[in-house]
Every structure is written in C-alpha cells, then in structure tokens.
C-alpha cells in the first residue's frame, strides 16, 4: 500500500465515524412531551389570545397518586381559538425531575391544573393516565425482534 492510499483510508475512515457520531448523538429520544389544550374560563367561553398559565404534576401511580414531577408554565398566549400548546418536561420545576422519572417502574398520571388569568391560582382541569405513544410501541418491537 502507497502512502497516498493510507492516507485517502484514514480520511475516509474519519469521516465514516464522523458521519456515525453524528447520527448517535441526535437521534436521542427526546425529555419532553407535547400538550395541547383549549382554554375557555368558567362559564365556557373560549380565552382567545390572552395568557394563561398551566400547572402540570407527574402523579405516581395512580389519579391521586404522589407527586413525582411537578412543573409550571406561566403566561402562555393562547391563539384566536384559544388552544394553547406546552412541552411537558421543559417548564418550570417545581418538585422532583423529569429526567429522573423512572416511566418502566409503575403506572404514572398527568394532573393539568390552569389559571386563566395567567397567574398561579390554579383550578385542575383533568388527571389522566400516560399511556403509550406510537415510539413507545414502535420500540417494543425491538424486544421481540
């Protein structure tokens, strides 16, 4: 082998692992989740364009289970319909971390809570269970083969 092959190997050797560590480092699931509501105030009317603000718990276990992850997302503008969308994962902590949550370990809750005044007395719109999104079924997969 000359040295203008050895060379020519070891630059597209780099690039070829370049190219690799690239992939494997963003193709990393992603800590956050998206919601989406529409905000109406107590008598039903829609809050079109006006700021709200969420409070969201990561309940343990069951609807009135123990806080595992609290966070708060405060003055979010709602649009002319007033739907109003938040990444959960990527507020405001209030209690515990989201990154620390272990989800194979047990049933877990979303408890919404929102002011639609845009400050911080919150009122609970619903509590729910997570259940499993279309990535989580798609990578079960990868157990069965």
């Given amino acids: 082998m000359n040295i203008k092959n050895f060379h020519f190997m070891k630059r597209t050797f780099f690039f070829i692992l370049s190219i690799l560590l690239v992939t494997v480092l963003t193709a990393q699931t992603p800590s956050s989740f998206r919601y989406q509501a529409v905000a109406r105030n107590s008598s039903g009317n829609l809050l079109g364009n006006q700021n709200v603000s969420f409070r969201i718990s990561i309940l343990n ?11 708060t997302h405060i003055g979010k503008t ?17 209690t515990g ?4 949550i272990n989800w194979g370990s047990n049933t877990y809750f979303v408890q919404v809570e929102m002011d639609a005044s845009g400050g911080n007395s919150y009122q609970t719109l619903s509590t729910s269970q997570l259940l499993s999104v ?6 079960k997969t990868v157990e069965t083969g």
């Fill in 61 to 71: 276990g069951s609807a009135s289970g123990t806080v595992a992850y609290r966070e």
């Fill in 78 to 94: 709602t649009n002319a319909f007033g739907l109003v969308e938040i990444e959960i994962g990527k507020g405001t902590p209030v």
């Fill in 97 to 100: 971390t989201f990154s620390a």
């Fill in 134 to 139: 279309p990535y989580a079924l798609h990578a």
